[in-house]
């Protein structure tokens, strides 16, 4: 049922049952909040959303309270605006308010509220709490003392991972978000996906930042420093450009990058083109029933290009294992046709290759620290940069990506093909593995490819795609709670009509990941897959196999199931933890 | 510690079982130990982060054993007034220990509580169920002495 309600002498519309905060937004009223979250089951935790109604004796917060007939509201009377300016002091006077020292100097929320709330003097003065910050994960970096306790990443952690790696820890004062024993994240059950840095409104979460040792490689003479952009980087840049500017973002990275002393700037895309064909293949061949060495022919195949899934599987499904596909993450194919493939036809020793990838991922951080990850106690990738370092990186040295002439990324590595886009997102890596398998299965005499992909990020999850003869069930789900939900749903309906499930552990897949940059909203996410769509429909070698870069990767069956080095160059081992 | 039998006691595994279930090994095992919070997060299917969490958010819950002597100090109004903050920092100069520890002999520990309920007799302190009240900061220090006596005795 719809009515009317009074916001500051203005009527608006609004639908019975919804919260009066969606009302106000949805009107053009800014309400400031901390721990509202869209998606999300209001908390009240931050009290910043208050608003008067008339005939109630106290302010009430906006986000938890649903709109009432004949409702008056007030949203920046006296009171209000003093309850909200008192709020924000309250907070900063346990802040240890280092700014011009702080990661998200300029694009924290906390720092803009103070700012809007004209807060200009310091009225509360109180004994600080004094918390240490915590930097043993390989990923996610946390700092206690800039925390607001708005519970963001606790509920993210818990109600979208499923993994609960932290949570308030004591009462009152000395509130304070950690993990069990106070121990660090590292001996925690963090899956790495760094979903609580993109919801962090303070630098009380940060990724573990490899700036530094980039900065470090590139100075030394001796050291070659490899860049390799991820596609889902690139789209995530050509949002920041605008797409309608049409540069091309990748070209541009690439100009800044050769100019910040990057010996080579690879386009990491041909390694996704690689993971989609590993996948089909192990499916085929799971199909026709065969365990080929990579795993024990169980069904469905899931992906195992996340590596936060994978570490979910390893840490809480340690059942599904078998189910993991033996193929390597896209990062990883990559570090070893750098330091592998490429170094031993160019001639160069390993160790001078300094391999850096830029990933919309802090788990990327996680798994190239992994011991399966190194050849002889070397790692494979040396430095891995989420969007945000990349942007620190250029920042550092100087140079505007906006200002850029274009130049192409270097050769060998600078063809991918349609497949490489759609990893990017959630459902289309499925919808390029089903391609693949059309093509080594399907007669395209008798069988079209057909597979309808949704247009919203989340919406339905499965599809049945006729090939060689036989329904072929993919499925797509990003984040944990989906996939657990839909792999409880398929193991009690005992369903075996599903043959390839892709997960992605953060929403959206890919472009929403934990790397990307941060306070710009679920719109960005869908703006970055728009990209990513328009992209792969423009790219140049629509399936993997038209890449002119793979064929001499599989040539001579380099990279052939039956070589004994293929398996270290394309294999994962996955251990229970 | 075992604690199979008390667990045998919630068959249901429910979220909202993990209170008492807690309760009941404090009250057999004295504290929660690590391994028992592992425990009982694989039985209950909770997060041993979300368990901990619940635990440090009720002052009754120890993660560490009490000491032979365990010292509750009352925190009270009346006990307030009458002097206890002197005594709170008399004893932890005597025992070496803040508030919530134990010490490294495992002879003392110290918890500070509210109200016990016996204001007329403020400021007091528990030991083992046992009152001394009306004390002064001289009265505590003989105290402390004759537990330590009474143990040396003992060796």
């Given amino acids: 049922m719809e009515f009317q309600i009074k916001i500051n002498n203005k009527q608006i519309r609004v639908q019975e049952g919804e919260t009066l905060l969606s009302a106000l937004r949805r009107n053009a009223f800014r309400i400031p909040t901390l721990c509202h979250m869209n998606r999300f089951s209001p908390s009240g935790a931050c009290r910043l959303c208050v608003v008067e109604v008339e005939g109630k004796r106290d302010l009430i917060t906006s986000c938890s309270h649903p709109v009432e007939q004949g409702m008056r509201v007030r949203t920046n009377s006296q009171r209000v605006i003093r309850a909200r300016k008192s709020l924000v002091e309250l907070l900063l006077s346990n802040h240890p308010d280092d700014c011009l020292y702080c990661q998200r100097n300029g694009h924290c929320e906390l720092q803009w509220l103070a700012e809007e ?148 700037v690879f386009d990491l895309g041909i390694a996704y083109d690689v993971n989609v064909l590993e996948d089909a293949r192990i499916l085929a061949d799971r199909l026709a029933g065969n365990g080929n060495g990579n795993g024990n022919g169980a069904l469905p195949l899931m992906s195992s290009c996340c590596p936060s899934w994978v570490k979910y599987v390893q840490s809480f499904r340690p059942g599904s294992l078998a189910h993991l596909s033996g193929a390597k993450s896209p990062q990883q194919i990559f570090g070893t046709l750098v330091k592998t493939v490429y170094a031993e036809q160019e001639g160069i020793a390993r160790d001078s290759i300094f391999s850096v990838t830029v990933m919309p991922c802090v788990a990327e951080k996680y798994e190239a620290s992994l011991e399966e990850n190194t050849h002889k106690g070397v790692s494979e990738v040396d430095a891995v940069l989420t969007v945000r370092e990349f942007f620190q990186l250029l920042r550092g040295s100087g140079l505007d990506i906006a200002q850029m002439e274009e130049e192409a990324p270097d050769g060998p590595y600078n063809t991918s093909s349609a497949a490489a886009w759609k990893a990017g997102y959630s459902g289309g890596k499925a919808e390029a593995v089903a391609r693949e398998l059309f093509r080594m299965l399907a007669d395209p005499k008798k069988e079209r490819f057909k597979f309808n992909l949704p247009k919203n990020i989340s919406g339905r999850r499965e599809i049945k795609v006729p090939i060689g003869g036989r329904e072929i069930g993919f499925a797509w789900v990003s984040s944990i709670v989906e996939a657990e939900d839909y792999i409880m749903h398929l193991e009690e309906e005992k369903r075996d009509d599903i ?78 933890k | 510690m075992d604690v199979g039998h008390i667990l045998k006691k919630f068959p249901n595994r429910r979220r909202e ?105 403020a400021p007091l302190i528990e030991v083992n169920e046992m009152y001394y009240t009306n004390l002064t900061p001289d009265a505590l220090k003989d105290l402390v002495r004759l537990f330590r006596e009474k143990e040396n005795a003992v060796i």
């Fill in chain 1, 117 to 264: 709330m004209n807060v200009k003097e310091r009225r509360f003065f109180g004994k600080k709490n004094t918390w240490y910050p915590d930097y043993s994960s390989t990923s996610v970096a946390r700092d206690p003392a800039k925390c607001v306790l708005c519970s963001r990443c606790v509920r993210i952690c818990e109600e979208v991972q499923l993994v609960t790696a932290i949570d308030f820890i004591s009462r009152g004062n000395q509130t304070r978000v950690n993990s069990a024993f106070n121990k660090g994240l590292n001996e925690s059950s963090c899956i790495h996906c760094g979903q609580c840095i993109q919801v962090c409104p303070t630098a009380a979460l940060l990724d573990i930042s490899h700036v530094e040792k980039v900065q470090a490689a590139l100075g030394k003479e001796s050291q070659q420093v490899i860049f390799s952009i991820s596609p889902s980087v690139v789209a995530s840049v050509t949002d920041k450009l605008g797409f309608k500017s049409k540069a091309k973002a990748m070209d541009r990275i690439a100009a800044a990058l050769n100019r910040c002393g990057a010996s080579k």
């Fill in chain 2, 17 to 121: 079982d993990l209170i008492p279930l807690l309760q009941r090994i404090q009250d057999e095992n004295g504290f929660l130990s690590e391994e028992i919070i592992h425990t009982v997060g694989d039985y209950l299917n909770i997060s041993i982060n979300k368990i901990y969490g619940v635990a440090t958010f009720y002052d009754n819950f120890r993660f560490g054993p009490l000491g032979k002597y365990h010292f509750r100090l009352c925190h009270g109004t009346a006990c307030h007034v009458a002097g206890s903050t002197t005594l709170l920092k008399e004893l932890e100069k005597l025992l070496q220990i803040t508030s919530g520890e134990t010490d490294k002999s495992g002879l003392f520990s110290l918890e500070v509580v509210s109200c016990i309920g016996a204001c007329g007799l």
């Fill in chain 1, 499 to 576: 043959h390839y499930i892709e997960v992605m552990a953060c929403l959206g897949g890919c472009v929403g990941g934990g790397g990307q940059p941060v306070n710009r909203g679920f719109e960005n996410v869908k703006s970055r897959k728009r990209i990513c769509v328009e992209m792969e429909k423009n790219a140049l070698f629509k399936l993997p196999v038209d890449n002119p870069g793979i064929k001499p990767l599989y040539k001579g069956k380099r990279l052939l199931p039956d070589n004994p080095t293929a398996l270290e160059w394309l294999g994962n081992r996955f251990m229970e």
